[in-house]
């Protein structure tokens, strides 16, 4: 038996009505007692759930002043943001497209220890200027808000979310890449079919855990995310490479991307402040956003660094600025 209090009256409950209680509301205190009771987060069944399905949702993992957080700094960016010049610049000879794909192709491979912008499509004009407002033109802000934005920072470290590390039994957890999707209102483009681990990958697999929190309620109808439950479980179907040095396209695929059959996937729709767990290898995508809301998330990846190897092969690599830090604290 544990004492709780809730506005103000003293209730008596079981233990198992108590872990209840904390579960469906993560920020509470309990008093009387006990001074403060750390619960799990996340309980042995959802850890189990996401071991069986490759994905896990924690509704409500973070309040609405957490959000409103990541949404206004992200919006701050935005406002001061430099425009990448392989996008601002007009092109009209073979030799300046050249110049233009290199820089385009640079300015991605060099963006794992950097704030950088990349865009919905066709939200230029010829002259490069935009065609719609700049905060609804960005397709999404990567790769290290999680070591330079303070904002960003203090959520991929909070404590909650080291605590959901801790229960999924990471032992030497290291942030790899973040970014801020948009999913813009009537243009955010779909997500196609894909396993991280495609994109991120280590030997042996299994070590990558993509940590996807809604800033805004994700539905059916703005894009949520999608997954084939139980995907990750028959390793991974294509990699992408980093081609040598100067070549155009600066990255390629090898092996196939098979056919989803449609039917396969679940949605998971979720209300903001809710986390989104995402095994490496678990098969998910997410739609065009034809609605008028758009669908803000915050994503960050965490690799299982102890007996792992990082693909030197992958576009991303940590840099002498920016080793990939730890997630505990
Ligand atoms: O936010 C989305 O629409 C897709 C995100 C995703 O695929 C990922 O984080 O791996």
């Known amino acids: 038996m544990a004492s709780v209090e809730c506005r103000g009256l003293l209730y008596f409950i079981s233990l198992d009505h108590l872990l209840c209680f904390l579960l469906s509301s993560p920020d509470q205190q309990v008093t009387g007692g006990f001074a403060r009771l750390n619960m799990a987060l996340v309980t042995d069944e959802q850890v189990q759930k996401f071991r069986e399905n490759g994905f896990l949702v924690l509704e409500r993992l973070f309040n609405e002043e957490e959000c409103k957080s990541m949404k206004e700094e992200i919006g701050r960016i935005i406002q001061e943001m430099d425009v990448p010049p392989h996008l601002r610049t007009e092109f009209s000879t073979q030799q300046e497209e050249q110049l233009r794909a290199q820089g385009s192709a640079d ?176 098969v998910h995508k997410s739609e065009l956003n034809t609605s008028s809301n758009s669908r803000h998330a915050y994503s960050f990846h965490v690799m299982e660094s102890e007996n792992t190897t990082w693909s030197s092969e992958n576009w991303l690599q940590p840099t002498a600025e920016l080793p990939f830090p730890s997630l505990y604290t």
């Open 107 to 282: 300015y991605f491979l060099t963006s794992g220890d950097k704030i950088r912008f990349f865009f919905e499509k066709g939200v230029f004009n010829d002259k490069g200027e935009f065609l719609l407002a700049k905060e609804k033109s960005v397709n999404k802000v990567g790769h290290a808000l999680h070591a330079y934005v303070p904002v960003f920072k203090s959520i991929t470290n909070s404590p909650k979310i080291q605590e959901v590390g801790r229960r999924l039994g990471l032992v030497k957890p290291v942030i790899v890449q973040s970014m801020y999707i948009f999913k813009q209102p009537n243009i955010g483009g779909e997500v196609t079919p894909h396993q991280d681990a495609t994109f991120l990958h280590t030997e042996p697999l299994g070590r990558i855990i993509g940590f996807w929190i809604a800033v805004e309620d994700a539905t059916e109808h703005n894009g949520c995310l999608w997954f084939i439950p139980g995907s990750h479980k028959a390793g991974i179907s294509r990699r992408m490479l980093r081609t040598p040095p100067g070549t155009i396209p600066c990255t390629e695929f090898i092996g196939e991307e098979p056919h989803f059959n449609e039917e396969l996937f679940v949605p998971a729709p979720v209300p903001k402040g809710s986390l989104v767990l995402i095994q490496g290898e678990v």
